[in-house]
C-alpha cells in the first residue's frame, strides 16, 4: 500500500511560480501511475497533470498547458509539479493520487486512482 504525502503549497501572486512535491512511501513508487489533482469548492475533482510510470509520458489539461510540468525521480520515490504564469482560477486544494498502472499509461480522470495524499492549499492572489 503506497502512501502519498504533498508538500509545497502556499499563498501566491499572480504570475508566480509554485512547485510542489508529492513523497511516496510504503511501495515502490515506479510501480504507479501519479496524478496531480485540483479540487474547487463547488465544483468536481480534475486532473491537471498526470504521468507514466517511468516519467516519459504526461497529460496536462488544456488550461494548464505550457505552463505546469510535472515530472519524477523514482529513485526519491517522489513526483514534483511545477506551476508557472499562475493565474487566480489556479487556486484549490492540490492531490497527488496515485494508481498502479502499465508501463506507458496515465490517468486523466480522477476515478482511475485509488491512493491519495491528503492535499495541500495553492492560493494564487489577484
Known amino acids: 500500500q503506497v502512501r502519498l504525502v504533498e508538500s509545497g503549497g502556499g499563498l501566491v501572486q499572480v504570475g508566480d511560480s509554485l512547485s510542489l512535491s508529492c513523497t511516496a512511501a510504503?511501495?515502490?513508487?515506479?510501480?504507479?501511475?501519479v496524478g496531480w489533482i485540483r479540487q474547487v469548492p463547488g465544483k468536481e475533482r480534475e486532473v491537471v497533470a498526470a504521468?507514466?510510470?517511468?516519467?516519459?509520458?504526461?497529460y496536462y489539461r488544456d488550461s494548464v498547458k505550457g505552463r505546469f510540468f510535472i515530472s519524477r525521480d523514482n529513485g526519491k520515490n517522489t513526483v514534483f509539479l511545477q506551476m508557472n504564469s499562475l493565474k487566480a482560477e489556479d487556486t484549490g486544494v492540490f492531490f497527488c493520487?496515485?494508481?498502479?498502472?502499465?508501463?506507458?499509461?496515465?490517468?486523466?480522470?480522477?476515478?482511475?486512482?485509488?491512493?491519495w495524499g491528503p492535499g495541500t492549499q495553492v492560493t494564487v492572489s489577484s
Open positions: 510504503g511501495s515502490d513508487s515506479s510501480d504507479y501511475a
Open positions: 504521468i507514466t510510470r517511468s516519467g516519459n509520458s504526461a
Open positions: 493520487a496515485a494508481a498502479r498502472a502499465s508501463r506507458g499509461i496515465y490517468y486523466s480522470s480522477p476515478r482511475n486512482y485509488d491512493h
